[in-house]
């Protein structure tokens, strides 16, 4: 099995910055893609960016400027920075990655979410 674990959540005021990772472990033979998606209340999921194994990236308009996503992957991990965070970045933040098992089979997976609050 392929596990996904994030860490950095929290609440932070309007302006600050937060630093979101994700790791990743099991039986991982191969990782590809990796990203961040949130959700807040009352909406659906959206993407706030994914990278490639090879590094290269895919920001959300709404986020474009101010996050920033990594990798690092001889640690199987990935990286959200927020800077100038608004009170409508508040959101559960999934991460999101996808791969080949050690069985050669296909696996997406889904972190457990980590919370964001921004106050204003």
């Known amino acids: 099995q392929v596990q996904l674990v994030e860490s950095g959540g929290g609440l932070v005021q309007a302006g600050g910055s937060l630093r979101l990772s994700c790791a990743a472990s099991?039986?991982?033979?191969?990782?590809?893609?990796m990203g961040w998606y949130r959700q807040a209340p009352g909406k659906q999921r959206e993407l706030v960016a994914t990278?490639?194994?090879?590094?290269?990236?895919n920001i959300a308009d709404s986020v474009k400027g101010r996050f920033t996503i990594s990798r690092d992957n001889g640690k199987n991990t990935v990286y959200l920075q927020m800077n100038s965070l608004k009170p409508e970045d508040t959101a559960v933040y999934y991460c999101?990655?996808?791969?080949?098992?050690?069985?050669?089979?296909?696996?997406?997976?889904w972190g457990q979410g980590t919370q964001v609050t921004v106050s204003s």
């Open positions: 999101n990655a996808d791969g080949l098992d050690v069985s050669n089979s296909y696996y997406k997976r």
């Open positions: 990278i490639t194994r090879g590094g290269s990236t």
């Open positions: 099991g039986s991982i033979f191969s990782l590809n893609a």
